[in-house]
């Protein structure tokens, strides 16, 4: 990067910060430091919510993802709207009135204590992990950028963001995600500009999404309804809903954010926000991954993005075996190359007959294009057993610092930082919230001062982070980091919404017989995920009905269980 970028990026990260603790202070105790005193209007919410998901593995794998495989991704969201309607009514009014810190504390008012732990363990193990993740996600970055190992990048990334949530608290999250998220809406709506503006002259917005349609990538409905096939409609409504219902609903790190509200009015506004334009938004960053795809049509493509591993190879005994696979793949890509010339002309004549033969030879080219990636992860692995084959994650960020101008450079790499800041910090300000309500003041110390609580709640924000910390140096192995993190919620979050379903709608099960049941379920949801039974959304669907069947049948077989 220039000096032009890098004064950007730090400038704004310098902005960001130094915002959120202003900000931020007079959080002289519990309340203020873990839901912001409950005085944050509804926009604030709203934006909060939605930085809070926007993490920075959206913005970094999610145009990946396009470049790879198309837009069914989108499809993922599809339940968000639903779902928010639903919390609006339901959850919102119900954990304002009860003046819970956490989403648990209802759980042993309706049931019992164990229930209570059990469903914060559920959530404590899922968060900490996930937060790992997307803590890995700007060190990929920083790795890229300046040539060196992600270990030492993973530990900067996550001592910094460490640092401002333990010193600020939930307002110090709220507060700088509100400015993250302007920010991150203009970078993105330049990067789109951009990526048109690169395009040969006679290639414009529509011309190049035909391009990518026919070569496969703009496949972003399909009605199929197929339980091994990750993203459809049905598995986006259905499962994705139940994930979302779950996710917004029972996770801490956003139940967090809109009990920051200053009334149910507030909180359900915010919420509505966040499920109007989160769809939209998802689009956005697919769309960008789509023409960054067009783009490299006409310009030969790095052949693996990942400079770093890359370069391995490079300085390695297998330099002759590296330069015959390279020499294969620019053949390809001059072969592709006459393609796509020829769908051009093609789609200026509305040929269709011609244009259903090109896409036919512009598939084999590209199954010619895999193989051939294929022999090259293969040799990389032959040199480092240890080697990270999966670029996935760099596409975005190679064709950002290789192709926009500076300055933008800056601005976009600030973009994928403050994604994670604002993801993380909400993370961890939740793993903090739940550790110090639901265990350290239900178990250990009932009646401590406002000073004791506070400092333990910082002191929790900084166990969590080094936790997550740990995680992150590991997350290399993960693959594409979004659908890491999101496998990883459907693996508990079907079975903790099917708690709180129990909870609000069955009221003759009781504690006992839902601490089992949630317990079957969580064993099931594992093993039908380890034997690849169906697509990973769909066992959100799946814990939700076992949790809800299992305790309405072990209430019914021992009707003598009561509710301690």
Known sequence: ??????????????????????????????????????????????????????????????????????????????????????????????????????????????????????????????????????????????????????????????????????????????????????????GLLTAGVMVVHLLPAEIGLVKALHIAGKSGRANAIDFSFDWNNQYTVWSGLIGGFFLQLSYFGTDQSQVGRYLTGSSIRDSRLGLLMNGLIKVPLQFLILMIGILVFAYYQYNQPPIFFNKLELNKIEKSTYQDELQKIKDQFNTVFQEKHRLISKLNTALDQEADREIDEIRADLHIANKKTAAIRDELTGLMQKNDPKADTNDNNYIFLNFVTEKLPKGLIGLLIAIIFLASMGSTASALNSLASTSVIDIYKRFIHKEGSASNYLNVSRLMTFFWGIFSIIIALYASRLGNLLEAVNILGSLFYGTILGIFIVAFYIKRAKGTATFIAAILAEILVIICWKVDVMAFLWLNLVGCILVVFFAMLIQAMFPAIQRR
Not at 147 to 165: E, N, P, W
Request: some cysteine.
């Open 1 to 186: 990067m220039s000096v032009v970028d890098w004064i950007v990026l730090f400038g704004t990260l310098l902005l960001i910060v130094s915002y959120g603790i202003y900000k931020s202070r007079g959080s002289n105790n519990i309340d203020g430091y873990l839901l912001g005193n409950k005085s944050l209007p509804w926009y604030h919410i709203g934006f909060s919510v939605m930085a809070t998901q926007a993490s920075a593995i959206t913005f970094l794998s999610a145009p990946g993802l396009a470049y790879s495989s198309g837009m069914s991704f989108a499809q993922f969201y599809f339940g968000v709207p639903l779902a928010m309607i639903v919390l609006s009514i339901t959850f919102v009014p119900m954990f304002h009135r009860m003046r819970v810190f956490t989403a648990y504390e209802y759980l042993e008012k309706r049931f019992d204590v164990k229930t209570r732990v059990f469903t914060a363990f559920l959530f404590l193990i899922q968060r900490g992990v996930s937060t790992g993740i997307t803590i890995y996600a700007p060190s990929v970055i920083l790795s890229s950028i300046l040539q060196i190992d992600a270990t030492y990048t993973t530990l900067f990334i996550g001592c910094l963001v460490v640092l401002y949530t333990v010193w600020g608290g939930t307002k110090a999250v709220s507060y700088t995600q509100l400015l993250q998220m302007g920010i991150i809406f203009f």
